[in-house]
């Protein structure tokens, strides 16, 4: 990842599941929704069914409408993979409407009893003036994503 201005970083450990398990979720356009939601949809590109069925090299292949509450399109994000390691990690650089960089690492490790999931992000924002207000929105976000995920697998196990 690049040393961007505007990061942050969030882990959580989920108890009793694999790395596996874990990296099938994480790794699905469902789990992605599912952790955004019910606040933030992405629209899911068909021709790439998994995350991990993206080419790592850096290209945009696809262009994802972003959704608030689902239905009223609030930015498209042109998604971009630098690196996959199934089923420990990928490195996203991407951009959007609000962003000339947004970079995101998810990692999936083992740890004792279970797994431990971080997210890395930062981001360079089109307008300045506005990265402090995005920081919190995508710490929000993160925040969200993290306790729907940590839900999903207290209810799943």
């Known amino acids: 990842m690049h040393t961007l201005e505007r990061r942050y970083e969030m882990s959580s450990t989920l108890q009793g599941v694999s790395v596996d398990r874990v990296w ?79 970079e995101h690492k998810r990692t999936v490790m083992p740890v004792e009893g279970g797994v431990t999931v971080t997210d890395y992000c930062g981001f360079e924002p089109r307008i300045a003036i506005l990265g402090g207000l995005l920081l919190s929105v995508y710490r929000f976000i993160f925040r969200t994503r993290h306790r729907r995920l940590r839900k999903h697998f207290a209810d799943n196990v």
């Open 24 to 102: 099938n979720r994480v790794n699905s356009w469902e789990g992605v929704n599912d952790e955004l939601g019910p606040l933030v949809q992405m629209s899911v590109p068909h021709q790439y069914p998994q995350v991990s069925d993206i080419p790592a090299d850096g290209e945009c292949h696809f262009s994802s409408k972003v959704l608030l509450l689902g239905v009223i399109p609030i930015d498209v994000h042109s998604f971009s993979l630098r690196d996959i390691e199934p089923p420990h990690f990928f490195d996203e650089c991407s951009e959007n409407k609000m962003m000339r960089v947004w």
